[in-house]
C-alpha cells in the first residue's frame, strides 16, 4: 500500500493503511478542513523570485475579499445587516496595511515564500493583540486569526472548506483537528474523521470515540485530496480508501453486518453486572464530553458517569458559559445519572485544548504549561464559578467533584479549599447543599502518582487519567503519531506507577478509577483488574467489551500477571501476555 496520498487524486480505488482509532465504517465524499498553521512551511526562495511571490500574495488577498463579501451578503440577506456586519472588520483586517507591507518586507529581505512570511507575521499580530487587557483587540486577534486561514488556503491553493457551511454528510480531513474543531461539528453532517497527525489518545481520536465517529489517523498527504470525491474509512482496520469500488463497498456492508450482529450480543449484557469469576466487582461507568453523549451512555449500560470533560463547554463558544448556563448542563447530566454518581472534572485547558478566549498565551511547552488546575488556580473568578454550578446540580448528592493535572498536594488543599467555600456560600445564599460532597483528583502526573500516599489523605478517590500518565512517564507526546508506537500503557514503568497509586489510595481507605483511554482497552483489563482498580470509565461503547472482559478474568490471576509485569523488563512482554490472555478468554470482541 502506497504510504502517501498523491496529486493528482487517483480515480480508481487506492488504499491507504493508518492507524485505527475509532470503529466503524463509512464511506462518502471528503471536505478539507485544512486551516492549520502546522502545514505552512519555509521556503528559500531566488531573488528573482520576489516578484511572483508577492503577486501570488496579492491575488490571495484578492481572492479572500471577494469570499468574504460574497458570504458578507449571503448573511445580510438571510439574518440582517447588523449581524453581518463582522465580515466588514474581517475585511478590515484583511485589508490591514501595516500587515501587508510586514509581510512584503519580509519576503523581500528574508527571501522566504509568502506563506511563511505572512503567517509569521499574523503570528507576531495576533499575539500582542492578546497580550492587551483589551477585549476589543482581543476581539481583533479572533477576526486576524479567521481571516488569515482563508487567506493561507488561497495561497496554497486549497478549496475553501467552512465546517458550519458544508451541507451534505462528509468525511472529514485535516491534517490534525483540535478539540474546538471538533467542538463545534454538526454531527449530522460529518460521517467520519482522517487525520495526518494524531493518535489512539489525541483528543480528536476520543472525541471522534465518543461522537461515534469512524476515524483513521496517520494518512499523509491528506491535504492534496480532490475535495467532493468519495472516500471510505474503515475505523476497524485503520483504511482510508479513495474512490472505492463498488464491489469494495457491497463487502464492507456484509462487514458492518457482522459488526452489528457482534454488538447486538453485547448488548445483551446491558443488565449484567461487571463481576469476575472469583466474584470481584468492578464499577464500569461513562466518559462524556458533551451532553449529546448521555443518550449512548445509558444504551450502553453505564453505571454513571466517570469523567465528564467540562471543558468542551469552554471550548465549543467563544466566550465564557455562565454560572446559571453550566449549572443547568451540570444538573442534567446529575439527573440522567441517577441512581449512579457523576464526576464532573474542573475545566481542563491548556495544552491541546485552547481557544483565543482562554487567553493563554503561545508556549513552548504547552503540555507542561498553564494547563488544567493550574490554569484555575490563575482564574480564581472562572474556578469559582464552575465550582458553585457544580454544586448547585448537587441537589442529590450524587456529584462529585475532580481537579486534574494536580502535580502537588497544595494545589489539592487550594481547590478542596475553595470547594468549602463556595459550598458555605451557597448554603448561605439558601441553596441546600448535601451534609458532604466527595472530591477527588486525576493521577495523570508522575509526581502525583509517586506522592499518592500523601494526596490519599486529602480527598476521597482517584481517578488514573492514563492518557497523560503515560505520556509524562514515557515522555511520549500522547498526539504524535511519529512516537505512537512507543506509547506503551503496558511499560514496566507505567505499571509500578499505577500499582504505587491503588496501593496508597487502599491503604487510606479510598477508592481508585481510571478514567483514561487505557479503561476503554478490553486487552488491558486483565492488568487493570490484577492492579485492583476499583472503577472504569470508559466511552460508552467500549462498556459492553469491558463487562464481558471483566467477567471472563480471574482477580487472583490477575494479581499475579501484575506482580510478574511490575518486576517484566520490557513493555513488548507484557503486552504480549495480555494479547494472549484476551486472545484466549474472550476472542469475539477483540
Ligand atoms: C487522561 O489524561 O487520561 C484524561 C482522562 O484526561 P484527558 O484525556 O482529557 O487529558
Ligand atoms: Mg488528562
Redesign the pocket.
Known sequence: MPDETPAPTPTTETRYKGLAVSPGIVWGPAVLLYADEHIVRKRRIRPEDVSNELTRFEAALLKTRQQITAIRNQMAESIGESDASIFDAHILSLEDSSLIESVKEQVFSRLVNVDFAYEQVVRVYTRKMRELDDDYFRERAADFADVSRRVLRNLQGKAEFELQGMDAPSIVLAHDLSPSDTAGFDRKLVLGIVTEAGSR?S?SA?MARSLNLPAVVGIKGLGRIEPGVEVLVDGYEGLFIIAPSEQTKADYGAREHEHDVVEAKLDELRETLPVTVDQRRITVAGNVELVEDLPLLIEHGAEGIG?V?TEYLFLSEDEFPSEDAQAEIYAQLAQASKPHAVIIRTL?VGGDKKRPHLGIDQEINPFLGFRGIRYSMGRPDLFRTQLRAICRANTDGNVKVMF?MVSDVNEVKFACGMLQEVRAELVAEGVAQPETMDCGV?I?VPSAALIADVLARHVKFFSI?????IQYTLAIDRGNEKVSAMYQPAHPAVVRLLKNVVDAAHASGIWVGV???MASDVVLMPMLVGLGIDELSAIPNAIPRIKRAIQALNYEEAKELVGRFVQSETAEANQQELEAIAGRLYPEIL
Open positions: 489518545t483528543h476520543i469523567l470533560r481542563d486534574p486525576m495523570e487519567g492514563s492518557n497523560d500518565l478514567c483514561g483511554e
